[in-house]
Structures are given as structure tokens and as C-alpha cells.
């Protein structure tokens, strides 16, 4: 019975998770600066595909620019792995947008770091690493 109830309980947070980061990617979509700024860790960082590494105060302020809109997109392949207070989401996106008016896609996996504080999962950590086609 322990086992079960150690199932239900991971299926439990596994689904948490799933909607806080769809919740995440939405807010990131509609520039909900509050939303995202509440789903992050004070210490967040992004470590980007370029290797340049950015802090929460970066990382809104690059999101929230009037220069950048991202469209829509979906999150493909997604697997969370929990290891106490610390879970690991990773996935696949093919996002589209423009910069500045100029139109961009990219197809990225990604592994985003939670951390459970005060009984709040927080992203801490971002790195991102593009496929090739």
C-alpha cells in the first residue's frame, strides 16, 4: 500500500508541475511579467545556447521587450524527474516569433531546474541546447 500511495503522490506533484510550466510558458507568451517573475527563484539563472549566462533581473527584462514576440507554442517529449526537493523538467519546443520585426524559429530541448522552497516549486535554473536539423 505504501507504494501505491508513494505513486499517487509522485502522479500528484508530476501533474503540479505540468501545469506550472505550462502556466510559465503561457505568461512568458503574453509578457505577464508578475507570473513569471513569481515562477522564478530569486537566484535564477539561464544558461543560454550560446553558453552567456543571464540572472532573473536579465532574464525578465530580454522577455518583457517590446522588440520580441513569441507565438504560441507547444512543449513536445516532456519527462520530470524528482529527487527530493529538486525536479528536473525537460522537453522540446519549436518556437516562432520575431525580433525586432524580423521573424526567427528555433527547435531547442531544454532542462528547467525547480526547487522546492517553503512548500513552492521555483524554476532556478534554465539551459537550453538547439537541435540540429
Do not use: C
Not at 516562432?96 to 527547435?107: A, I, L, Q, V
Request: hydrophobic share 40%; no cysteine; proline share 2%.
Amino acid at each position: 500500500m505504501v507504494f501505491a500511495t508513494t505513486n499517487a503522490f509522485a502522479a500528484s506533484l508530476t501533474e503540479q508541475l505540468v501545469r506550472q510550466a505550462d502556466a510559465w510558458d503561457k505568461a512568458i507568451i503574453h509578457k505577464d511579467r508578475a507570473a513569471i517573475s513569481d515562477n522564478m527563484a530569486e537566484d535564477f539563472r539561464q544558461i543560454s545556447a550560446r553558453g552567456d549566462v543571464a540572472g532573473k533581473a536579465a532574464f525578465l527584462d530580454a522577455i518583457m521587450s517590446s522588440k520580441l514576440v513569441i507565438n504560441p507554442y507547444d512543449v513536445e517529449d516532456m519527462d520530470i524527474r524528482f529527487y527530493g526537493d529538486v525536479a528536473l523538467v525537460s522537453g522540446r519546443t519549436r518556437m516562432t516569433g520575431s525580433y525586432d520585426g524580423k521573424p526567427f524559429g528555433s527547435h531547442y530541448r531544454y532542462i528547467d531546474v525547480y526547487v522546492r522552497k517553503d512548500g513552492k516549486w521555483r524554476v532556478a535554473s534554465v539551459q537550453i541546447t538547439p537541435v540540429q536539423e
